[in-house]
């Protein structure tokens, strides 16, 4: 049996765990840009998922699942238009996306991805 491989291990959470031919990435949210509009958010955010499938020895166009929280579900278009220009031509992942109450009151994005290897 193989161990799952953790990035960025800490002793709450890993940023991501590799395991069975795909990684998991953590929520993530926009540590580089907290406070700011829900686009830069979802900027800051895509930009370190890319930068943790890279690490991984994955990327966007291997994506098969997302997960989004809004802390506003009527940022829900806001997002979309970064994100829509992000996924992969063609490799657009099985997603949700849904209003939640996320940690800090600066972050308003959280998005979480499954990538195979």
Request: net charge neutral; with cysteine.
């Amino acid at each position: 049996m193989t161990l799952p491989v953790r990035i960025q291990p800490g002793p709450r959470m890993s940023q991501a765990v590799i395991h069975a031919g795909s990684v998991h990435l953590a929520g993530q949210v926009a540590l580089g840009a907290p406070g700011t509009s829900v686009a830069e958010q979802t900027r800051d955010i895509l930009a370190r998922i890319d930068a943790l499938l890279a690490e991984a020895g994955s990327r966007r166009d291997k994506l098969v699942s997302t997960t989004i929280w809004l802390a506003d579900i009527a940022s829900f278009a806001e997002m979309n238009l970064v994100w829509d220009g992000w996924v992969a031509p063609g490799a657009a992942p099985a997603r949700a996306c849904v209003e939640a109450k996320l940690a800090a009151p600066q972050f308003t994005v959280e998005i979480a991805v499954i990538a195979a290897l």
